[in-house]
């Protein structure tokens, strides 16, 4: 059964790079295009791992990080930022709501895989 | 899918994106201009110029992504409140905005680098010098240049590791990844199975380390967790335990804590209070709250941000809304406020507790409530959220389209196929019955028609969303004032005539602020205020899609559009003087007549209106201007909704059925055959007062030559038809009524007609030809005799 990824981003440039890379891989891949979207799509099915970008309308990706982890169903899921620089202050404040790692935007395809196979064996 | 071709579709996709988000830019920055410090809309800045950037290099266009970089980084600074955004800030903003734009279309970046450069240069002056160098430093990060060597590491991963997904082996494997590593686990932290909690991290590991990696890399493993845990990173070998750390920040956190709660006690009771939307309070309330959660997550305090995640949502969504809070929204803040004040009193007694020695089975601190479910739904019910779209390459839609279209004509086989069953065949059962399974299929296509209809039409914002930019250069340049009102962004038009329809109102509004608005000192002197008004209007009525351009500068001078076409040999001076003031104005629609006394390098060189007419007209729409000396000027420009089915007049000449579009036929009459009198070789006749060439549309078919005198019937149908040199009386054999038709084009190898439209289908199966006035009746009027609007 392959694991389920949900990508969360409201750039549809940064979903679909991501999309292509994960499905090529063979996992299953669900779009969200911001935090309340990533709220509703992850209550309908089970999401094994988050990729969220952090700056968002609606709600963004530390937000998102904080509403999953009260959610007894993720409170162990590992979520995965998406950033563009190694701003520590964002990242210290994802970390604080509860995510588990990040990737520094713009990665290469082998470096998404990467950090996926690392967190989501 | 390759990299090669994946890269490549992220492009074409970024492209498309880009498009909206440098539009969406646009719209900000120019709202920044009037409040320069509003948090949200300098969110809203950030935000896009983020995303171009991130998703921009991921798309691969790196030279764009690093221009865009020196943007954000100035607007990220304004977010934080670090800096003010000034008007030349806005500009050169602006211009990068451009720029950004040019670098995603081109090929060759390498041109626009000097460009390019000038502006980041400009836009260091305003960054703290820090910010304006790191995006370099950071290449230099991450080299490690050291040899071998040995580390001792030490790592404790706190408690709690597991609520946020860490599985902390991976962290060791990843150490494992770095060189030659001997790791030990220490286990004695494990309690009795009895005690133990299967969701807590009891475990710690040792790794004696070889590796070529500095200190810095190794410690970048552990960034996130670095905070909560323990983690010792030594060169030399002394083995390491470690304590955990005591609490004693937690009673300056309390202290914070109690000050916020105080703060927003403050905010509660002014909210109650105010009976309109109170933005000031608001944002501070935001922002005390922000404060204090911030310092929760130092502290590791993680339920505050679970309790007032809510709140922030509701009055991030007042702030960015404009709109007075309803009294649930504020009833939902004060419960936040309760719960907060619980958990802080909790705290509280926690830390007394904690300070003196624990007594041996202290009940657990009271945690505080979820809020109530149903309280969830309805919040959530409140967030604005944007609908799911999908783009579509417009030449699927195109095709979908044909079909739906085809689709229409083909039904009309049904009734004629019940017809010769019925009648031929003698099978008026069968008959029938293929009647209503027509019937039936005829419904659907009508319901698919309207379907694919509806998917073309796009909301005119896209177009108008270009104009509020436009204005404000145009005045910059010429020291002008003027405000731009749009109204009726939503109304929806056909996407062809979105497209076709930009560039003629960029020349209507161009030359409303270049020709219509006048300068500020003058406008004092004819006593308006300063700053003159431009109004966009768009709406819908009837069938049809209004589009005005309303302004309420100069206006326009008759006398003086006389004597300029007078001068230009537009008019003879005897037509000249036959024209009224409505007549005289409708000279601006003339080929070749500028009114502005000096040219501009705005509104060039008077190609404007006669063109602005024949593209509106191409869009089977209609121009009407009204202006009033002193006043302003007013342009109406009439559509129709949309291009696929167009109203029609079915007229029948020398038995042949045609259709004149609806828009271009101003009047139909029946004359008398004495109002047709002949003038040489031509036809004319008087109607209300004007005189029209008559042209009889039977006349200009080979099938049926003119030879000298036409024998008139009794009475004459005529349709006064409007075209680019004036209207015409066209005479017809009969008038067969109100059509609707589908304006099929003749293919290729007629294109170079010019007389026809197109062909329609029409309900029985025949075809009948669509009549381009502009292109069958201009040819045949001499404008010289004719110019009468």
Known sequence: MPKTIMIVDDSATMRQMVSFTLLDAGYNVVEAQDGVDAVTKSGAQNVDLFLTDLNMPNLDGIQLTRRLRATPRYEFTPIVLLTTESQKERKMEGKAAGATGWIVKPFQTEQLLAVVKKVCP | MDIAALQLK???????????????????????????????????????????????????????????HHVEELFDE????????????????????????????????????????????ALAKFLPHDVATSCTDQTKLGEGTDSRQRHNIFFKPHAQVFF????????????????????????????????????????????????????????????????????????????????????????????????????????????RGSTEHDGACCKNYLRILKTFLSAANRQGQQEPAALLGEDILLLEVAIAGN????????????????????????????NRRENEPPPPSAPPPSMTPEPPPEATAAQQKETPRARPTVRVDQEKLDRLMRSAGELLVARNAFPLLAKRLTMEHGLSGVGKEVKDAGDHISHIAEDLQAAVLSIRMTPIRTVFQRFPRMVRDICRVQ????????????????KTVIEQIADPLVHLVRNAVDHGIESPEARAQAGKPRSGKVTLKAYNKATNVIIEIHDDGAGMDPARLKQKALEKGLITPEAAAMLDDREALELIFLPGLTTAAKLTDISGRGVGMDVVRSNIRQLHGTTTLESKL????????????????????????????YVFPMESVV???????????????????????????????????????RSVEIAWPEEVPIAIVETNRGRVAVAVDRFLGHVEVIVKAMGSDFAGITAFQGATIMGDGRVALVINPAGFFEPLIDPEKTFAP
């Not at chain 2, 211009?95 to 000097?114: F, N, R, T, V």
């Not at chain 2, 007075?324 to 509280?348: E, P, V, Y």
């Not at chain 2, 055959?673 to 042209?695: C, K």
Request: proline share 4%.
């Open chain 2, 10 to 68: 992220l492009r074409d996709s970024f492209r498309m994106e880009a498009a909206d988000l440098l539009a969406e830019l646009d719209s900000a920055m120019l709202e920044l201009e009037s409040r320069p410090q509003d948090a949200t809309l300098l969110n809203r800045v950030f935000r896009a110029i983020h995303t171009i950037k991130g998703s921009g290099a991921t798309a691969g266009f790196k030279e764009m992504a690093a221009f865009a």
């Open chain 2, 164 to 271: 946020s997904g860490t599985d902390p082996v991976s962290l060791v494997d990843e150490l494992r990844a770095l060189g030659e590593a001997t790791v030990t686990a220490r286990m004695d932290g494990i309690p009795p199975l009895a005690n133990m909690n299967p969701k807590q991290c009891y475990l710690a590991w040792e790794v004696a380390l070889v590796s070529a990696q500095s200190v810095a890399k190794i410690k970048e493993i552990f960034l996130f967790v670095e905070d909560e845990s323990e983690i010792r990173i030594e060169r030399d070998l002394t083995p390491i335990t470690g304590q955990s750390e005591s609490d004693g920040p937690l009673s300056a956190f309390l202290n914070i804590a109690g000050q916020s709660l105080q703060a927003v006690e403050g905010f509660l009771s002014q909210l």
């Open chain 2, 630 to 657: 002193g006043c302003g000027s007013k342009i109406t420009i009439t559509l129709p909704a949309s291009l696929m089915v167009s109203k029609g007049i079915l007229v029948e000449a020398n038995r042949e059925e």
């Open chain 2, 323 to 350: 709109v007075m809070m309803s009294d649930q929204t504020k009833g939902n803040l004060a419960d936040g406020h309760r719960k907060l004040a619980a958990l802080i009193q909790s705290l509280r007694k926690n």
């Open chain 2, 667 to 705: 009047q139909t009459v029946r004359l008398p055959r004495s109002q047709i009198r002949q003038h040489e070789q031509s036809y004319f006749t008087t109607f209300r007062n004007e005189v029209f060439p008559v042209l009889r549309l039977a006349d200009h078919f080979a099938v049926n030559r």
């Open chain 2, 78 to 121: 304004a977010r934080m409140e670090r800096l003010t955004i000034t008007p030349v800030m806005i500009d050169l903003t602006l211009q990068a905005k451009d720029l950004i734009g040019q670098l995603l279309d081109s090929d060759g970046p390498a041109a626009l680098a000097p460009a390019c450069h000038e502006v980041v240069e």
């Open chain 2, 479 to 494: 020291a002008k004032e003027a405000e731009l009102l749009l109204e009726g962004e939503d109304t929806e038009l056909d």
